[in-house]
Each structure stands twice: as structure tokens, then as C-alpha cells.
């Protein structure tokens, strides 16, 4: 096997990493700061994804150019999810909470299903096969936009939490709710900004992945479960540990396709998960 063949995998790995990067942050924020897992949150990407193929296919807006609108409307989404539903189980036991956000993904799911049926759905845009070459490797260009996209909007997000007095405030909550409330600090209105931006987040990761990647109802599931994957790698509620075990994740899932084939190269990443849990059950970047 060639230098060039494995280098080639690599790139496409961080390139791919960086996508799963930008939803495992959103994930892990809502977890950081809600404390709770939100298991509809691949459900947030679908429905970006939707948005931004509705925004191209009824008034020809590229999917790079309403991102921002996307980003926007799935803030609020997240808003009201926040708001009517995952509110009212935040003191409620472990398992109301597992149930409410599985149920939630079941029904947007199946709504989807309802409106879009499951026809298989691509963004066609005229730079889609446009690519360029890095040392002998073809990178493709929507792939290299989403991949920007994405480190630009997770670097955004963390001078938002450490530079903004609403992202100190956030961060105030989701360290110790009671002292926060002691100096004026909201926890409500925090989680439903925190939910909000994941959302947004995760909207962002649909647009920027919707010329090169299909929608179907079903489409959250398959980045969701590799966001888990990473969320639980980088240590639950570690924002950076979540976006650099994403590179990790995503050059292991595309080197383990080179050399095991493409079925079993998602199980490589299982593979690193049950070793971490076996013997850093805190997480790479957590205690032993």
C-alpha cells in the first residue's frame, strides 16, 4: 500500500473529523451545561439539513450562503425544544430524561418521514466535484469548506464561552447551578441559550455537509452515533476534548476503511471506544 493511498485516507479522516467535531461540540455542550444527554440531537441536523435543501430547491439559495439562515431558525428550534420539553425533566430521574429525548428524536424522525417521505435528497451545486491536490492527496472542495466551516464555528463558540460575560455565565451554571443563582445568574435563560446554540451548531454541520452528503429522515442517526462515540472519547463536557477526539475518530474511521474494508471500518472506532471504557473509562482527556 502507497504513502500516497494512506495519506490520502488521513486528510479525508481530518476532513470528515472536523464535520463530527462541530455536532460532537454542540452534544457536549448541552451535556456540559443542561446536564443532560440529548439523544434527538442528530435530529437537529436532519432538520438543518432539510432547511437548507428547502432553501435551495424553493428559492435557489445556496447552502453555503444560508447557513446563517439555518443557524438562526434551529437556535429557536432548540430554544422552544429547551423551553416545552426538556425543562420540565431536569429534576426528574435519569431515565424520564432518556426517554423524553428519545422520543423526541422518534417523532421528528417520523415527521420527517411524513412530510419528505424516505427518498434520498442532494443539494446539486455547481462547485461539487471541484477539487484541488495537497501533497498528492485530491481534497475535495465542499468537503475542504466544511471542514473551515467548522473549525471556524467551534473557534467562535469557545471565544463565546471564555471571552463573553454570557459565555462566563454560562460557564458559572454549568460548574455549580446554586452559587450561580447566589450572584444574579439566570440557569434557565443560560439553558436555553445552551441548547439553543448546540442546536444552531448542529444546524451549521447541516448545511455545510448538504451538497456532498444525502438527506433522509433517518440521517441524524448515523452522525449522532458517532458524535456519542467522540463525546464519551474526549471526556463528557469537555468542549476541546470533544473537537480534537473528532480528528482522532474520523482518521481512524477513514484509515480502518483502507486496510479492514468498508464494512468493518466504523469498527475500528468501536474498537478504540471499548479499549478507552475498558481502561480510561473517564476518558482520554478524563481520569482513569
Known sequence: MSFTTVWQAFISGLLNGAVYGLVSVGLTMIFGVVKIVNFAHGEFLMVGMYLSYALWALLGIDPLWSVPIVMAALFFFGVGIQRFF????????????????????????????????????????????????LAGAIISIPRFIACLGAIVFSLLLAFFLLKTDIGKAMRAVAQDREVSMLVGINPDRMYNLAVGISAALAGAAGGLTISFYFVF??????????????????????????????????????????????????AVVFVILVLTLAFRPGGLLGGA
Open 86 to 133: 426538556i425543562r420540565r425533566v431536569l429534576n426528574a430521574p435519569d431515565l424520564a430524561q432518556i426517554f423524553l429525548t428519545v422520543g423526541l428524536s422518534v417523532l421528528m424522525m417520523n415527521l420527517a418521514l411524513f412530510l419528505f417521505r424516505a427518498d434520498f435528497r442532494l443539494v446539486k451545486v455547481p462547485y461539487v466535484d471541484w477539487t484541488f491536490s
Open 217 to 266: 429522515p433517518s440521517v441524524g442517526v448515523n452522525f449522532v452515533l458517532i458524535a456519542f462515540v467522540i463525546v464519551i472519547l474526549g471526556t463528557l463536557g469537555n468542549l476541546k476534548g470533544a473537537f480534537l477526539t473528532s480528528l482522532i475518530v474520523g482518521v481512524a474511521e477513514s484509515v480502518g476503511v483502507l486496510f479492514v474494508g468498508a464494512d468493518l471500518g466504523l
